[in-house]
C-alpha cells in the first residue's frame, strides 16, 4: 500500500467501515416494507430489462450497415394491448398491496400506547402519559404497539424513523398519529423530513429501542413527579375551567366526565365523536365546537395555551371518568403500561353510556 | 401494411447557406427585441432560459460540493437552504418549463404545420417580455439576498417563519405565469387554426400533439399557481390568514393549490421531451412511428389524467385514508401512457434502419434514464411505499431523473436535432456524441447513489447528514462533476459550430417532416408557398419520391 498515501488510506478505511446500503430493520412494519419494496424492483428490474433488450438489440440488429432498408410497420393493436394491460395489471397489484400497508401504518391499534410529540423549530418535544418529557429523543420499550400523536408548534416538520419505516408529518393546528412495534434493542435516527427552516437537516434525534425491563427502569428515573394528566388537572384548576364544566346542576358547560369517546351533537346539528382532535379544537376555538343546549359562551384559549398545555388538558379530559381520582396517586413512579391497559377498556365502558343527550 | 425504404443521404458537398433566412433577413439589436418572427422569438427564449439554467446549475454545483462531506462546512445553513431554493424556482420555473414550449415548440410548430408564423405573433413577443420581466424579479430577489423556502413556498414557513425575499420570488413565478398562460393559448389556436391544406389532425408529427397537450396544461394548471402565489404575497404582506390555522386558516390548503399546478406542470416539462423522442427516434430509425394513434392518444392521456393526481404528493400529511386510495390508483393510471410511450418507441427501433447521430444518442439516453424515473414514480405512487420513501433522497434522485435524465437528454436531442435547421450548420458530430454519453454516465452516477441514500432514510434539503452516508455522497458529488463536463461541452461546440460549423443543407438527417422541406435556416415567412399536406407524417416512401423529384428538376 506505499503508493497510496497512508492519509488516503485511512480516509478509505474510515469509509469502508462507516459505509450502510440499507436500513436496520427494527419494527415489524419494516420486514412488511421491505417485502414490497424488494416486490417492486423486481418489477422494475423485469421491465427495465424488456426495454433495454428491445432497445439494444434493434440497436445491434438493425444498424443501417447491417440493415440499410427500414421495414416500415404501422403497428400492432395485439402488440400495444399486451404492454398496456401487463403494466396496467402489475400497477394494480401495487396499488393493492401499498394500499394495504398504508392502512395498517395509519390506523392504530386500540391497544397502542400513546406518546404525544410536539415539534417546534427546530426540535422534537415527546411527552410520555407518565409524564416524561424528552428532547430530540424518544424512548420505547420492543414487542408493545406505540402510537405517536404528533403536532406542531410553528411550520409542517415531518417525523421519520427510517428504521422502522415510518414516517408522519407534523401540521400546525392538527393532530396526526402513527404507530409501530419496535423489535430490535438498539439507537436509530430519527430525522425531520419536512424542510423547516434554517436549521432543518438539526432538527434530528435517537429513538433508542429498550427491552420492556429496560424501559421500566427508564421511565422510573426520568419521571418529573406527575403524569401528563396530573399536569392537565393543575391546568384545567388554573384556567378555572372547572368553574363551568363542572358535575352540579347548574354548571354552565357540559360535564367532561367520559366525555371522550361519546357522541356528541352540536349545535349545528352535527353529531361527532369526541377524540382527541376535537377535545384540542374545542379548547382553542369553541364558538365552532358548542355542544347542543349550551350558551356559546366559552372564551378561546388560543395563545393562552401551549400545545404542550393543550396535550396535557387533553389527556386530563380523556383520563376523566367518575372514579378518576380515586385510580390516581401521586406517586406515579410506579406507572407502568399495564396500568393504562387496564384503564383503557374501563374509560370505553363508562363512555360508552355517557351519550349526552339533550 | 409494410413496405421497405431506402433513403439515401442528400449530397452535402453542394449544400449552401441561403442567402436571404430569418437570421440575416433584418439586422440590428431592435430587429431581434422588437421581432414578430416565431423563430427569433425562439431564440430570445434559447438565450434567457440558458441564462437561467446556469444560476440554477452554479446553485447546484455549490450544494454538491458541500454535501461532499457530512457536517456542513462550507457555506452556512441559512446559504445552503437558500441555494437549493433558487436551484428549484429557477430549474422549474424558469428552465424546465418554459424551454421546450417556449424555444423548441415556438421554432417548430408553424413549420411543422405548415404556417408562416404563429397565430398571435405579437401575444408571442409578449410572452417573451413577461417572461423577462418574471426572471428580473428572481435576479432582484437572488442578489438582495434570495429566498430560503424552498422551490414549494410550503405555508405556514413561506407566510410568518422566514425573513427573506418571498414576495419578490413569488412575484416572479407569478408574472411569468402568464408567459406560460399565453404561449399555451397561442400554441392552441396555432394547432388549430394554421395547419396547412391536408394536413389533418392524424397527419400532424406527433411533436405537435405532445405540445398541444403541454399547451393545455399551461392554459387550465398556471392560473391555480398564479392565485397560490398572490396568496402568499397577501398572507405575507397583509395577513389575510387563508394559510393561518391561528386564524381558522388552513396550511393544507395552500399544498393542494401549489401541487394543483405543480404536478400538471412536470408533464409540462415531460411532454415536449416526449415529442422530440418521437421525432427523433422516426428519423435515425427511418422508420414510421409504431403505433402513431397510441402515441398520440397517449399524450392527451397524460394531460388529462395529470390534473387528478395533485395529492399523492401529500400521502403522509393528514389526508383522508380513502382519498389518498383515490389519488393512489389515479397515480397509477397515468404511468400506463408513459409506459405505453416507452414500448412504442423501443419497438419504432425494431427492423429501422438505425443511424446512431448524436441525437440518436441522447434518445437512447432518454429511454433507459425515462424508464427508470418512471418506474420509480411507480414506488411513490404505491401508498404505503411513499411513507417510507417520501421527503428523502429516493424523490430528490426519482424526480432528477424524469426531469434532467429525462427531459434534458430529450432537450439535448432535440436541439442537436433541430440545431443544423436553427443555424444552417452541422456541430462537430464525434464531440456530440462524447458530450451525450458522457451525460449519461455523469447522470447515473450522480442520482443512482442517491435512490440507495433514499432508502437508508436521508431526507432532502440537509445541510449536513450522518456520516454514514458520506461515502454515496461523495459518489453522486463525484458524478456531479462529470454531468458538469457534459453540459459544458455543447456550450463550447455549438456557439462554435454557428461560424465554423460543416454547412448542413435543408433536409441533412433525412427527415420527413415539413421543416425539413425548406431551407435551413429557413426564410422569415418560413416556407416560399405554403406546402399542401398528401401524406402521412412519417412517410419515408413519399419522402424519397419527393428527393428524386427535387432532383429531377
Redesign the interface.
Known amino acids: 500500500m506505499n503508493y497510496i498515501s497512508p492519509v488516503l488510506w485511512q480516509f478509505l478505511r474510515k469509509?469502508?467501515t462507516?459505509?450502510?446500503?440499507?436500513?436496520p430493520e427494527a419494527s415489524k412494519m419494516a420486514s412488511?416494507?421491505d417485502a414490497?419494496?424488494f416486490f417492486?424492483v423486481l418489477?422494475?428490474l423485469v421491465?427495465?430489462t424488456v426495454?433495454?433488450l428491445?432497445?439494444v438489440g434493434?440497436?445491434m440488429a438493425?444498424?443501417?450497415r447491417r440493415?440499410?432498408?427500414?421495414?416500415?410497420?404501422?403497428?400492432?393493436t395485439l402488440?400495444?394491448a399486451t404492454?398496456?394491460i401487463i403494466?396496467?395489471g402489475l400497477?394494480?397489484v401495487?396499488?393493492v398491496?401499498?394500499?394495504?400497508?398504508?392502512?395498517?401504518?395509519?390506523?392504530p391499534p386500540a391497544n397502542a400506547m400513546n406518546i404525544y410529540v410536539v415539534g417546534k423549530?427546530w426540535m422534537w418535544k415527546a411527552e410520555h402519559p407518565g409524564g416524561q418529557h424528552e428532547i430530540d429523543a424518544l424512548h420505547v420499550p420492543i414487542g408493545r404497539p406505540i402510537q405517536l400523536t404528533l403536532i406542531s408548534q410553528?411550520?409542517?416538520h415531518?417525523f421519520?424513523i427510517?428504521?422502522f419505516?415510518?414516517?408522519?408529518?407534523a401540521?400546525?393546528?392538527?393532530y396526526?398519529s402513527v404507530w409501530f412495534e419496535a423489535t430490535q434493542v438498539g439507537t436509530y435516527?430519527l430525522?425531520?423530513?419536512?424542510?423547516?427552516?434554517?436549521?432543518?437537516?438539526?432538527m434530528?434525534g435517537e429513538v433508542v429501542v429498550m427491552t420492556p425491563d429496560d424501559y421500566q427502569k427508564w421511565l422510573a428515573g426520568s419521571t418529573s413527579g406527575d403524569s401528563l394528566a396530573q399536569d392537565g388537572e393543575r391546568l384545567f384548576a388554573s384556567l378555572s375551567c372547572n368553574a363551568c364544566h363542572n358535575p352540579t346542576a347548574a354548571a354552565r358547560g357540559p360535564n367532561l366526565v367520559g366525555v371522550y369517546g361519546s357522541h356528541l351533537t352540536l349545535t349545528s346539528g352535527q353529531t361527532i365523536t369526541v377524540d382527541e382532535a376535537y377535545l384540542r379544537s374545542a379548547i382553542l376555538?369553541p364558538s365552532e365546537h358548542v355542544t347542543q343546549g349550551y350558551a356559546p359562551i366559552m372564551p378561546t384559549y388560543?395563545?393562552q395555551v401551549s400545545e404542550e398545555g393543550v396535550i396535557a388538558l387533553v389527556e386530563y379530559i380523556k383520563n376523566l371518568n367518575s372514579d378518576y381520582r380515586i385510580q390516581q396517586t401521586l406517586n406515579t413512579t410506579g406507572f407502568s403500561p399495564n396500568i393504562e391497559e387496564k384503564q383503557a377498556p374501563a374509560g370505553k365502558a363508562t363512555a360508552a353510556p355517557g351519550e349526552v343527550k339533550q | 401494411m409494410s413496405t421497405s425504404t431506402l433513403v439515401t443521404l442528400p449530397d452535402q458537398s453542394t449544400a449552401k447557406i441561403p442567402k436571404v433566412n430569418f437570421l440575416n433577413q433584418e439586422n440590428g439589436l431592435l430587429s431581434w427585441i422588437l421581432t414578430l418572427d416565431h423563430k427569433r422569438i425562439a431564440i430570445l427564449y434559447l438565450i434567457t432560459t440558458v441564462f437561467f439554467f446556469m444560476i440554477g446549475g452554479a446553485a447546484a454545483a455549490v450544494i454538491r460540493l458541500e454535501l461532499l462531506t457530512p457536517a456542513g462546512d462550507l457555506v452556512a445553513a441559512d446559504t445552503y437552504n437558500k441555494l437549493f431554493s433558487i436551484h428549484g424556482i429557477i430549474m422549474v420555473f424558469f428552465f424546465l418549463v418554459p424551454i421546450a414550449p417556449a424555444v423548441l415548440g415556438n421554432f417548430l410548430i408553424p413549420l411543422m404545420i405548415g404556417a408562416r408564423d404563429v397565430a398571435l405573433p405579437r401575444v408571442n413577443l409578449l410572452s417573451w417580455y413577461l417572461f423577462v420581466i418574471g426572471g428580473c424579479f428572481e435576479l432582484y430577489m437572488i442578489i438582495f439576498g434570495g429566498v430560503d423556502t424552498g422551490w414549494t413556498f410550503t405555508t405556514p414557513l413561506s407566510t410568518h417563519y422566514v425573513n427573506t425575499h418571498v414576495v419578490g420570488a413569488a412575484m416572479g413565478i407569478f408574472i411569468a405565469g402568464f408567459s406560460s398562460i399565453l404561449t399555451g393559448i397561442n400554441f392552441i389556436v396555432t394547432i388549430h387554426k394554421m395547419r396547412a391544406p391536408g394536413m389533418t389532425w392524424f397527419r400532424l408529427p406527433l411533436f405537435i400533439w405532445s405540445f398541444y397537450a403541454t399547451s393545455i396544461i399551461f392554459v387550465l394548471a398556471t392560473p391555480v399557481i398564479a392565485i397560490a402565489m398572490v396568496l402568499i404575497v397577501l398572507e405575507r404582506v397583509v395577513g389575510i390568514g387563508v394559510f393561518d390555522p391561528a386564524r381558522g386558516g388552513d396550511p393544507i390548503l395552500f399544498q393542494h393549490l401549489f401541487w394543483f399546478y405543480s404536478h400538471p406542470a412536470v408533464y409540462v416539462m415531460i411532454l415536449p421531451g416526449m415529442g422530440v423522442i418521437s421525432e427523433v427516434v422516426s428519423t435515425f430509425s427511418r422508420k414510421r412511428v409504431f403505433g402513431y394513434t397510441a402515441v398520440a392518444f397517449s399524450s392527451v392521456a397524460i394531460a388529462v389524467f395529470s390534473f387528478f393526481v395533485w395529492a399523492h404528493h401529500m400521502f403522509i400529511m393528514g389526508i383522508s385514508n380513502y382519498s389518498a386510495l383515490v389519488f393512489s390508483l389515479m397515480t397509477m393510471l397515468v404511468a400506463v401512457p408513459s409506459a405505453i410511450k416507452v414500448f412504442n418507441w423501443s419497438a419504432t427501433m425494431y427492423k429501422g434502419s438505425i443511424h446512431f447521430d448524436t441525437p440518436m444518442i441522447y434518445t437512447l439516453g432518454f429511454l433507459g434514464l425515462f424508464t427508470i424515473g418512471g418506474l420509480t414514480g411507480v414506488f411513490l405512487a404505491t401508498l404505503g411505499m411513499d411513507i417510507h420513501l417520501t421527503e428523502t433522497y429516493f424523490i430528490v434522485a426519482h424526480f432528477h431523473y424524469v426531469m434532467v435524465g429525462g427531459m434534458v437528454s430529450a432537450l439535448m436531442a432535440g436541439i442537436h436535432f433541430w440545431w443544423p435547421k436553427i443555424t444552417g450548420r452541422m456541430y462537430p458530430e464525434s464531440l456530440g456524441r462524447l458530450a451525450a454519453i458522457i451525460l449519461f454516465i455523469g447522470f447515473n452516477l450522480t442520482f443512482f447513489p442517491q435512490f440507495i441514500l433514499g432508502y437508508l432514510g436521508m431526507p432532502r434539503r440537509y445541510w449536513s447528514y450522518p456520516p454514514e452516508f458520506q461515502v454515496l455522497n461523495v459518489f453522486s458529488s463525484a458524478g456531479a462533476t462529470i454531468l458538469a463536463i457534459g453540459y459544458l461541452l455543447p456550450f463550447l461546440y455549438l456557439p462554435w459550430s454557428i461560424t465554423y460549423g460543416e454547412i448542413a443543407g435543408s433536409n441533412p438527417w433525412k427527415a420527413t417532416g415539413l421543416e425539413w422541406q425548406t431551407q435551413s435556416p429557413p426564410l422569415m415567412e418560413n416556407f416560399p408557398e405554403i406546402p399542401i399536406m398528401d401524406h402521412e407524417a412519417y412517410d419515408y416512401d413519399w419522402l424519397e419520391r419527393h428527393q428524386q423529384e427535387v432532383a429531377s428538376v
Open positions: 469509509w469502508l462507516h459505509f450502510a446500503l440499507f436500513p412488511q416494507m414490497l419494496f417492486l418489477v422494475s421491465g427495465l426495454v433495454v428491445i432497445v434493434s440497436s438493425y444498424h443501417h440493415h440499410p432498408q427500414a421495414v416500415q410497420i404501422e403497428g400492432s402488440l400495444e404492454w398496456t403494466p396496467l400497477f394494480l401495487m396499488f398491496w401499498g394500499a394495504l400497508l398504508y392502512f395498517r401504518v395509519y390506523t423549530q410553528d411550520v409542517f415531518s421519520s427510517p428504521a419505516r415510518v414516517k408522519r408529518e401540521i400546525p393546528g392538527r396526526t435516527h430525522f425531520c423530513t419536512q424542510y423547516c427552516g434554517t436549521n432543518h437537516s438539526q434530528i376555538d388560543q395563545g
